[in-house]
């Protein structure tokens, strides 16, 4: 098993790592590709293809089973980080980590669904806090190897460690993984993807465009909402008909997972404006390399590694799971309103105590929720449930990464002009790629205008994060609570709850036998 675990944590590391890993070199990559005004493209690029690919991986998984789809995810991830670091332009980057997030969409998805197929429930808790910790690590790793390229070697390396770590998981998974058959037949909706693809492709560019490409007001923004919302109303539509929907109408009806979709977008979407923007303040506000704002973050990967792992200990010794999201979101909203406080002269002690809040508090929340939607359904629905969190895990941290991304963009545009002097003016927003080298290279008057600026424009970023992770505390609440069985089994639970507040009942049990791969 240990072995089967290690293939599989490395397929998760690899999708991990590349969230992770660009958050350092950001500054360097749109500076050496002259492309500020696609910053947030580099991660939304892929962000966006993980979201719509990750369904599709459930299904397909569903049909031809996970062993070997998940080793085509790998492929496809190996291929666009290859081409990923020999771009040449930002276009040519954006298109290759789009590339990169076809492959990524089924790694962390498919690697969570088949610790469902082959551990029992209960202990899962135990797994799925071990998956949070190579989370964790990657979240640590990532912004520590991204310096430490930036610094020594190339950016590009960021892209090109991939390849190795992708090798060792297709060798280790073909070797030793055995999964079992898919049960019966199934069928793809692919007119159900398609309109999903609609949908969410036009809201998220109105969160990009909104306001900076487009005014608000404008038709081509006005049309991309009327355009999303109408697609949204007809997906949902179709997938009530649709012989073998991407997202069964019978989840929603699931009140535990019905809650933690909820929580996971909320979540994801606060947890990215974590570390996307936390390294851009640490460079260009308090003028640190790369490599070291990858070392100043470990106190909140730190955390996040301690109650993520610890959690999924106690979950597997108790057997009930609901006080750790409550608590953990409680602390994310904490965390993201100290974070609120950063400022020229906030010490890098004070800034890791506000990062350590923040990262205990993340520790406690994903990988529970996945473990309480497993919980909850069918052995059946284990690879679309699992597909289902993961898609919105991934529209949370693409919506939250485009919506801080144009926030930091709006309100740095209200700054400048105003804390810059008139003369470089015109220079800065016309030109100025604002990465740590060019920011040093200004006179120091124009420099602190344009430090204040980042700091004012950071603040409003971490302030409207403090109600997105409170609403999550607010969903928190809600979820419901099955104890944890200790056989592996399948597990479906009744969606009605009694007047008395009872608990859901679990129904019919089925052991997972293990097959041919």
Same mark, same amino acid.
């Given at each position: 098993?240990?072995?089967?675990?290690?293939?599989?944590?490395?397929?998760?590391?690899?999708?991990?790592?590349?969230?992770?890993?660009?958050?350092?070199?950001?500054?360097?990559?749109?500076?050496?590709?002259?492309?500020?005004?696609?910053?947030?493209?580099?991660?939304?690029?892929?962000?966006?293809?993980?979201?719509?690919?990750?369904?599709?991986?459930?299904? *397909?998984?569903?049909?031809?089973? @996970?062993?070997?789809?998940?080793?085509? %995810?790998?492929? &496809?991830?190996?291929? #666009? =980080? /290859?081409?990923?670091?020999?771009?040449?332009?930002?276009?040519?980057?954006?298109?290759?980590?789009?590339?990169?997030?076809?492959?990524?969409?089924?790694?962390?998805?498919?690697?969570?669904?088949?610790?469902?197929?082959?551990?029992?429930?209960?202990?899962?808790?135990?797994?799925?806090?071990?998956?949070?910790?190579?989370?964790?690590?990657?979240?640590?790793?990532?912004?520590?190897?991204?310096?430490?390229?930036?610094?020594?070697?190339?950016?590009?390396?960021?892209?090109?460690?991939?390849?190795?770590?992708?090798?060792?998981?297709?060798? *280790?998974?073909?070797?030793?993984? @055995?999964?079992?058959?898919?049960?019966? %037949?199934?069928? &793809?909706?692919?007119? #159900? =993807? /398609?309109?999903?693809?609609?949908?969410?492709?036009?809201?998220?560019?109105?969160?990009?465009?909104?306001?900076?490409?487009?005014?608000?007001?404008?038709?081509?923004?006005?049309?991309?909402?009327?355009?999303?919302?109408?697609?949204?109303?007809?997906?949902?539509?179709?997938?009530?008909?649709?012989?073998?929907?991407?997202?069964?109408?019978?989840?929603?009806?699931?009140?535990?997972?019905?809650?933690?979709?909820?929580?996971?977008?909320?979540?994801?979407?606060?947890?990215?404006?974590?570390?996307?923007?936390?390294?851009?303040?640490?460079?260009?506000?308090?003028?640190?390399?790369?490599?070291?704002?990858?070392?100043?973050?470990?106190?909140?990967?730190?955390?996040?590694?301690?109650?993520?792992?610890?959690?999924?200990?106690?979950?597997?010794?108790?057997?009930?799971?609901?006080?750790?999201?409550?608590?953990?979101?409680?602390?994310?909203?904490?965390?993201?309103?100290?974070?609120?406080?950063?400022?020229?002269?906030?010490?890098?002690?004070?800034?890791?105590?506000?990062?350590?809040?923040?990262?205990?508090?993340?520790?406690?929340?994903?990988?529970?929720?996945?473990?309480?939607?497993?919980?909850?359904?069918?052995?059946?629905?284990?690879?679309?449930?699992?597909?289902?969190?993961?898609?919105?895990?991934?529209?949370?941290?693409?919506?939250?990464?485009?919506?801080?991304?144009?926030?930091?963009?709006?309100?740095?545009?209200?700054?400048?002009?105003?804390?810059?002097?008139?003369?470089?003016?015109?220079?800065?927003?016309?030109?100025?790629?604002?990465?740590?080298?060019?920011?040093?290279?200004?006179?120091?008057?124009?420099?602190?205008?344009?430090?204040?600026?980042?700091?004012?424009?950071?603040?409003?970023?971490?302030?409207?994060?403090?109600?997105?992770?409170?609403?999550?505390?607010?969903?928190?609440?809600?979820?419901?609570?099955?104890?944890?069985?200790?056989?592996?089994?399948?597990?479906?639970?009744?969606?009605?709850?009694?007047?008395?507040?009872?608990?859901?009942?679990?129904?019919?049990?089925?052991?997972?036998?293990?097959?041919?791969?």
């Amino acid at each position: 098993m240990l072995i089967i675990f290690s293939g599989l944590m490395l397929g998760m590391l690899l999708a991990a790592l590349d969230q992770t890993i660009v958050a350092t070199a950001l500054p360097t990559i749109v500076g050496d590709l002259h492309g500020l005004n696609h910053l947030s493209w580099v991660v939304t690029a892929y962000l966006l293809t993980t979201t719509l690919s990750t369904p599709l991986y459930g299904k *397909i998984s569903d049909l031809y089973g @996970r062993k070997k789809i998940f080793q085509v %995810a790998i492929v &496809i991830f190996l291929i #666009g =980080s /290859a081409l990923s670091g020999l771009a040449q332009n930002m276009d040519q980057l954006i298109a290759f980590r789009a590339l990169q997030g076809l492959g990524g969409g089924g790694l962390m998805a498919l690697a969570m669904a088949i610790i469902g197929d082959i551990v029992s429930p209960r202990e899962r808790g135990k797994y799925q806090g071990y998956f949070g910790g190579v989370f964790a690590f990657a979240s640590i790793g990532g912004p520590l190897a991204g310096g430490f390229f930036v610094d020594h070697l190339t950016w590009r390396w960021i892209f090109y460690i991939n390849i190795p770590v992708g090798i060792l998981a297709l060798v *280790i998974t073909s070797a030793v993984l @055995r999964l079992p058959l898919p049960r019966r %037949a199934r069928t &793809i909706d692919y007119t #159900g =993807s /398609a309109i999903l693809v609609a949908a969410v492709a036009s809201l998220l560019l109105v969160t990009l465009w909104g306001g900076q490409t487009y005014a608000w007001g404008s038709a081509t923004i006005l049309g991309l909402i009327l355009f999303g919302l109408i697609s949204l109303g007809v997906f949902v539509w179709w997938e009530r008909r649709a012989p073998e929907p991407i997202f069964p109408p019978h989840l929603f009806a699931n009140p535990i997972a019905a809650v933690a979709f909820a929580i996971t977008l909320l979540v994801a979407a606060a947890m990215f404006a974590a570390i996307i923007f936390i390294p851009i303040y640490l460079q260009l506000v308090d003028g640190v390399s790369p490599a070291l704002s990858g070392v100043l973050l470990l106190p909140l990967m730190g955390g996040m590694l301690v109650t993520s792992i610890g959690s999924g200990q106690i979950v597997s010794r108790i057997g009930r799971y609901k006080v750790f999201p409550v608590v953990g979101t409680a602390l994310m909203t904490t965390g993201m309103w100290l974070l609120s406080h950063l400022g020229p002269h906030t010490s890098h002690l004070t800034a890791a105590e506000y990062m350590v809040v923040f990262g205990l508090g993340m520790g406690m929340v994903m990988q529970i929720v996945v473990l309480a939607v497993q919980n909850s359904v069918s052995r059946d629905d284990i690879g679309v449930s699992t597909s289902a969190i993961s898609f919105f895990r991934n529209i949370g941290a693409a919506f939250g990464t485009a919506l801080f991304g144009t926030i930091l963009t709006v309100r740095l545009g209200h700054w400048l002009p105003i804390l810059v002097h008139s003369r470089t003016r015109l220079s800065l927003s016309s030109s100025f790629t604002i990465t740590p080298r060019a920011l040093h290279a200004l006179s120091p008057a124009v420099r602190a205008g344009v430090i204040e600026s980042f700091v004012r424009s950071l603040h409003v970023v971490f302030l409207v994060g403090v109600p997105v992770a409170g609403l999550a505390f607010v969903f928190a609440l809600f979820l419901r609570e099955i104890p944890l069985s200790d056989r592996r089994v399948e597990t479906r639970v009744d969606n009605a709850v009694d007047g008395a507040g009872q608990e859901l009942g679990a129904r019919s049990a089925v052991a997972v036998e293990a097959g041919a791969g």
